[in-house]
């Protein structure tokens, strides 16, 4: 007990201190790279627009608080495709693993690959293109730890292996998050969050396309000189998440021994607050109504600070709304099951963002 105590201490300083240290606002945006570090790559999480920081649990947890890995059951496989920003050719593919190695703790590893599509190769001599095509590829490697300290309380921690290349020009780096989870109420109804996402040192631009060739006069001859573009480096968008949870049931009935509540139909209700270091921050409700756990809906909204009453002033690509279902068959008794995610967000431009995954528990 004791033990659990001094990491649940470690952890909450490590996030109250990362927290100070990269905290900014919205003067700054524009000033971050690799944005992909934003996008939610699954596809329930999405469905309540990201509200359920407090209550998300297994996989998906990488994607807003690491601390909710720790309730995977056994094994848990996901993949998933992102038709982004539809019409924009952005699509992603997404495949996750997760695995208990103990009796508290669990690993996971998640990969997110985003496409471009072919994009016209132009120069200074041929600014419509013509002379070829280039295909940008964006990879993101997540690799997790969550441990349950205590029936009320998880943690986690993760690192994040970032790739931007194109052909002849490349961006490495990497990030950490951290989060914790507590449970409490009758039957863990209420649930709480937080965690902080993309912290890590600066990135920068290297490779053969940012040389250039100038002739040199001198010394009365014509020399070629090969020179470097100056690049500067850029931060990571740290972000921290809070949320809160609670779930109701209807028409419950209470175990008499061991006093479980149950019920065919659950309400759960989730609120988070995104403070973002380099953009807006982020006030998101979500809803979800689950029919025996075997089939769920749900929806949410996202409201960007200061955009309130003016949408021009908003900087996310989406406008707030997204909805989405799940379908769980169960396979066999051993209580593995097979399930089917849909999502959607709607966005200011193109045609909104469409969300499919598939999932097998195990």
Known sequence: MRNSKISIAILATVLFTASQMYGGNKDRAGEAGASQLLINPWTKSVGVAGANTASIT?????SLNIAGLAFTNKTELLF???NYLSGSDININSF????????????????MSMSFGDIDVTTVDNPEGGIGTFSPSYLNLDFGYAQAFSNSISGGLSVKIISESISNVSNRGFAFDAGIRYKTGENDRMKFGIALK???????????????????NSSGSNISVSKNHRVADFQLPSLLNIGLSYDFYIAPSVDSVSKEISSMHRVTVAGNFTANSFTN?????GLEYA???MFMIR???TLEQDTW?????RINAFTGPAFGASIVAPLGKGGSTFSFDYAYQTTESFEGTHSIGVRLNM
């Open 96 to 111: 996750g693993f997760s695995q208990r190695v103990s009796e508290t703790g669990v690993i996971g590893m998640g990969v």
């Open 299 to 301: 929806a949410g909204y």
């Open 291 to 293: 029919f025996r756990e």
């Open 198 to 216: 993309n912290v890590g040192p600066t990135m920068k631009a290297s490779g053969d396309g940012l040389s250039f060739t100038i002739e040199d």
């Open 309 to 313: 009453f003016d949408s021009e002033k």
């Open 80 to 82: 998933t495709y992102k």
């Open 58 to 62: 297994g996989l998906e947890a990488m």
């Open 281 to 285: 921050d982020q006030y998101k409700l």
